[in-house]
T-cell receptor, first 113, second 113 residues
Framework: QKEVEQNSGPLSVPEGAIASLNCTYSDRGSQSFFWYRQYSGKSPELIMFIYSNGDKEDGRFTAQLNKASQYVSLLIRDSQPSDSATYLCAVIGSGTGGFKTIFGAGTRLFVKA | DAGVTQSPTHLIKTRGQQVTLRCSPKSGHDTVSWYQQALGQGPQFIFQYYEEEERQRGNFPDRFSGHQFPNYSSELNVNALLLGDSALYLC????????????FGPGTRLLVL
């Protein structure tokens, strides 16, 4: 079982729709969760982080965390073609003695104009 | 405020050669992590440096080594290159060893022939 799993996609949504990206993780003791956006040929860019169960909103982005289900998601409202990218879920696991960040393989999102 | 910088941007080597990649952290940051990102995969943690010491290491062989200098800049060295070492190498910095938010540099794309 991979430590952080994401659907590789591609996920295709029309412009203006809500894009829903999902991620599961295996380490039940994980405490910190991140979403990065990576455009083709570029480096990852931090979008949001979430530490507590529930929702966290930042503009058009909402991160949701459910530690009991070991599940974290990212919702993008009013999707724009410029949101087309790979979205990486990242987790800082427990018991690593520090801050070893584990990434999923990413979900490719296409927003059709 | 300069962000994370990396050099070179691209590099071509042949099997068996050695390579050195360089990273300068974001201003005010003292902790540097290195990641390897193969095509279509998420970044894989190589190691992290703080106070000129390797603090954590991922599942990479000893061919991968690093160094951090007193000005917080860092080098990643890879010996006896294999074809499978071809990847995007990312450097990320954070403001303190225990700070969870990190910022990525543009990466160095290494091709091993």
């Amino acid at each position: 079982q991979k430590e952080v799993e994401q659907n590789s996609g591609p996920l295709s949504v029309p412009e203006g729709a809500i894009a829903s990206l999902n991620c599961t993780y295996s380490d039940r003791g994980s405490q910190s969760f991140f979403w990065y956006r990576q455009y083709s040929g570029k480096s990852p860019e931090l979008i949001m982080f979430i530490y507590s169960n529930g929702d966290k909103e930042d503009g058009r982005f909402t991160a949701q965390l459910n530690k009991a289900s070991q599940y974290v998601s990212l919702l993008i409202r009013d999707s724009q073609p410029s949101d087309s990218a790979t979205y990486l879920c990242a987790v800082i696991g427990s018991g690593t003695g520090g801050f070893k960040t584990i990434f999923g393989a990413g979900t490719r999102l296409f927003v059709k104009a | 405020d300069a962000g994370v910088t990396q050099s070179p941007t691209h590099l071509i080597k042949t099997r068996g050669q050695q390579v050195t990649l360089r990273c300068s952290p974001k201003s005010g940051h003292d902790t540097v992590s290195w990641y390897q990102q193969a095509l279509g995969q998420g970044p894989q943690f190589i190691f992290q440096y703080y106070e000129e010491e390797e603090r954590q290491r991922g599942n990479f062989p000893d061919r991968f080594s690093g160094h951090q200098f007193p000005n917080y800049s860092s080098e990643l060295n890879v010996n006896a290159l294999l074809l499978g070492d071809s990847a995007l190498y990312l450097c990320a910095s954070r403001s303190r060893e225990w700070e969870e938010t990190q910022y990525f540099g543009p990466g160095t794309r290494l091709l091993v022939l």
